[in-house]
Structure formats: structure tokens, C-alpha cells
């Protein structure tokens, strides 16, 4: 699926590091969307935004902090993150139209390991 | 607190058999419910979308959705070593809403 795209694929970095995470989609959806992924749990919605606005922040500590400057990119902005931060992260579309039916399309993920 | 359950496996079975996912959910007003494959270091990837009782059918896959005992299934026909992978289960609540509810997976093996 290269709808949605996510880069880079692998990211190292330290504790004291800043560092962005970029998302694209060429799906035309107005809805971006922010999960982390860690062993052993179910997927966690960080952040949403709909029409460029952010609709919903999941109390997600302040050292992640999203932008998103058009409804076609996504970026995650991290500093001083900590080891537990370590998961990966996973960006996705939908175009939400009031109904039912809008389904979320994934990324292919950045795997990001904080040392 | 809405909760998505499904049995985290392995499930196991031999190629050709069927294979029966099963998820329970928590929120009674869940109203879009969508079964993902994800397989080892990938992304998840939209297997079926179901939104209204009974089964609905896409080749050799076949979601069951019953409201009312709050439970969704997804049957593999013809299981491939192909289909190998964790199997995750997520539920919507509302129209319009944003929030996609998932469950820990289900990692299935179909042996040869």
C-alpha cells in the first residue's frame, strides 16, 4: 500500500536527541492519525486531525508533539524521549464523512528504539 | 473504558482447514467494526469492514457480526500458509467518530 507513506522506516536515538517523524497520503482523506504500537499491547491512538485541526490528544506525554500543515502531511516531533518510548509508530488516513463507513488506511510504520 | 477482546493464539491450523477469529467489544454503541492482518513487522492492512448483523462475504473471508451478544468473527476458508499473521479486530463507536478501538491480535499459523 503506498497510499501512505512514513518516513524514515528505522529511527535510533538517544535520550537528549530531537528528531521528527514525517506521514503523506495520496489518498485525498481529510482525517490523519497517530498510533503507537508496542509488544504485547493493542495499538493506541495518539493523536488525530481532521482538516488540519486536532480533534483528539490521547494524554499523550508532552514529549511527543504533533503538527500537521495540510490535510496531506502528518509530522511527529520527539524530544527527550525516554526508553519506553521504544514501539513502533504507525500513521493512517480516513475520510470522514459523518457515517459509518470511513476506514482508516495504514503506513508502513517507523520502528523507532530510544537508547 | 471501551474494551476490544480477542485470544491472543497462537491459533493453529492445517492448511485448507478454516480458521475462526473471534472479538467481543464493551461498548454497546459501537456501530463500525473492521478486521486488520498485520504481519511480522508490518503494518496493519484492512482485511473486511462490517457495519450491520449477519455475514458478509469477500472471497475466502467472511465476517459475522451479532450486535446484541456484542461479537465479531472472521472466518478464513481454504486457510493458506499465506494468511499466517496476527489478525486484529477494531471497533468504531458512532458515526463520525474518530476513535478505532483495537485489540491485542490474534496471531494465526497455518501449517503446511
Known amino acids: 500500500e503506498t497510499g501512505v507513506t512514513q518516513t524514515p522506516r528505522h529511527l535510533v536515538m538517544g535520550m537528549t536527541n530531537k528528531k521528527s517523524l514525517k506521514c503523506e497520503q495520496h489518498?485525498?482523506?481529510?482525517?490523519m492519525y497517530w498510533y503507537k504500537q508496542s509488544a504485547k499491547k493493542p495499538l493506541e491512538l495518539m493523536f488525530v486531525?481532521?482538516?488540519?485541526?486536532?480533534?483528539e490528544n490521547n494524554s499523550v506525554p508532552s514529549r511527543f508533539s504533533p503538527e500537521c500543515p495540510n490535510s496531506s502531511h502528518l509530522f511527529l516531533h520527539l524530544h527527550t524521549l525516554q526508553p519506553e518510548d521504544s514501539a513502533l509508530y504507525l500513521c493512517?488516513?480516513?475520510?470522514?464523512?459523518?457515517?459509518?463507513?470511513?476506514?482508516?488506511?495504514f503506513g508502513p510504520g517507523t520502528r523507532l528504539t530510544v537508547l | 473504558q471501551k474494551e476490544v477482546e480477542q485470544n491472543s493464539g497462537p491459533l493453529s491450523v492445517p492448511e485448507g482447514a478454516i480458521a475462526s477469529l473471534n472479538c467481543t467489544y464493551s461498548?454497546?454503541?459501537?456501530?463500525?467494526f473492521f478486521w486488520y492482518r498485520q504481519y511480522s513487522g508490518k503494518s496493519p492492512e484492512l482485511i473486511m469492514s462490517?457495519?450491520?448483523?449477519g455475514d458478509k462475504e469477500d472471497g475466502r473471508f467472511t465476517a459475522q457480526l451479532n450486535k446484541a451478544s456484542q461479537y465479531v468473527s472472521l472466518l478464513i476458508r481454504d486457510s493458506q500458509p499465506s494468511d499466517s499473521a496476527t489478525y486484529l479486530c477494531?471497533?468504531?463507536?458512532?458515526?463520525?467518530?474518530?476513535?478505532?478501538?483495537f485489540g491485542k491480535g490474534t496471531k494465526l499459523s497455518v501449517i503446511p
Open positions: 493512517a488516513s480516513s475520510q470522514v464523512s459523518g457515517g459509518f463507513e470511513d476506514t482508516q488506511y
Open positions: 489518498l485525498g482523506h481529510n482525517a
Open positions: 486531525y481532521n482538516f488540519k485541526e486536532q480533534t
Open positions: 461498548d454497546r454503541g459501537s456501530q463500525s
Open positions: 462490517i457495519y450491520s448483523n
Open positions: 477494531a471497533v468504531k463507536s458512532g458515526a463520525g467518530s474518530y476513535q478505532l478501538t
